[in-house]
Structures are given as C-alpha cells and as structure tokens.
C-alpha cells in the first residue's frame, strides 16, 4: 500500500476523533480565560489615586505609613512603587533599578498562559480543517459502497466532517478575542506601572534635591 493508501485508511477513522480533540481544546481555552480574567482584575488599580496619595506622603514625611499600608496591595503599579520606595535610601539609580526588574518580574507572572490563547487562536481552525478533510475522504471512501444506505451514510459523514471547521471556528473566535483583550490589558497595566515608577522617581530625585539645597542665609564661605 503507497502513502495515499496509508491516509486513505488513516482518513477511515474519520472526524468524530478530531470534534472531541477541539471540545478538550475548548476546555483549555476557557480555562485559561477564567484564570487570566481573575488574575488581571485583581492587578488593577486607580493610579491616579494612588500617586496623589504618593505624592502627599512625600510632602507630610509619611512614607513609611503608605508602605505599610500598600505592602499586600497586588496591583501591579503599587507594587513596583513599594519596591523602588525599598530603596530610596540607596539613591535614585537603586530605585530605578529595583523599579525595573519588579515590572519585568510582573510582566513575567502576566504573559503566562497568554501563549495558549494566542496558538489556540492561529492552529485550531486548521485542526477542524483537518477534521473536515478527513470526513470527506471518509464519507467519499462510503459512498462507494453500493448499497441503499451508503448516500446516507455519505451526508452524515459529510456534515459531520463540516462540523469540525465550524467547531474550530467556535474554539479559535473567543480565544483570539481573550488574547487581544488580556494583552491590552497587559500594556495599559504596564503604563500605570511606568506611570508610579516615574513619580516615584521624580519624588526621590526631589527629596535628594531639598537635602542638598543650602539653608537660608548662608553662603558657601560661611557654616550654618
């Protein structure tokens, strides 16, 4: 038996194996939207409303109660601001720093099981085109049977095969959808951070800055 005779007989099996193959693919999709859906929703946060407040405490010298007070916060800004806020002591370079690899770290945590979404939206349409040729090839492979049932047993075979491309379509329409949505989200809660990061910054470069400023009323020839 050639190649085409090894598929032929392989296409026998039909499409049903592939329809359940795409509801385990289904299965995984909403899984991972569920999960992506409450992660992102806890990460989230009025930034605006948390700078002012920053801000504020810089002003009054109370940066050690906003520490305490956001220190179990899980919104992704807070959080890279409490770490570049660990380390305002060690100077505007520590800070940035610390900043930094705290965001990439989140970013991290963030993009996990996005690259399902994200395959699951490009591949499984094809999977269902799959199925959908390995029906046809099978309800053909029927119809050649002379007998009085073999034309309906061919129109089964067919729309069968014709469910497997819809399916597909039905798995990879939503998970393209969820990949946009929660990378969006992704680059809007990446801005916040950026946004706290930059006003923590600006807050310690200008605290450093009033603690070299000389006092009134002396020169640079007299003591205070």
């Not at 705290?102 to 999977?127: K, S």
């Not at 053909?140 to 014709?162: C, G, P, Q, S, Y």
């Not at 990378?183 to 990061?197: E, T």
């Not at 450093?208 to 000389?214: R, V, W, Y």
């Amino acid at each position: 038996m050639d190649l085409s005779g090894h598929f032929v007989a392989f296409a026998q099996l039909g499409a049903g194996w592939v329809l359940w193959l795409l509801i385990g693919l289904s299965v995984v999709s909403i899984g991972v939207m569920i999960d992506r859906a409450l992660w992102f929703r806890r990460r989230d946060t009025d930034t605006e409303k948390f700078t002012r407040e920053l801000k504020g405490a810089f002003e009054r010298d109370e940066i050690e109660r906003i520490e305490t007070k956001y220190k179990d916060d899980p919104a992704i800004s807070v959080q890279v601001a409490m770490a570049g806020l660990a380390e305002r002591d060690h100077g505007p370079e520590a800070v940035a720093e610390a900043m930094h690899g705290e965001r990439a770290r989140w970013r991290t945590a963030a993009d996990r099981n996005l690259i399902i979404l994200g395959t699951l939206g490009n591949n499984v349409p094809f999977v269902g085109l799959f199925g959908t040729v390995l029906g046809v090839i099978n309800a053909f492979e029927h119809l050649r049977e002379k007998t009085a049932m073999a034309e309906d047993v061919t129109l089964d075979l067919i729309a069968e095969a014709l469910a497997a491309t819809a399916f597909g379509l039905m798995v990879a329409i939503p998970a393209v959808v969820a990949f946009n949505y929660f990378s969006r989200k992704l680059r809007v809660l990446l801005g916040g951070a950026d946004q706290a990061a930059h006003t923590v910054l600006s807050l310690v470069h200008g605290r450093d800055a009033s603690k070299l400023q000389p006092r009134v009323g002396t020169t640079s020839g007299e003591p205070a």
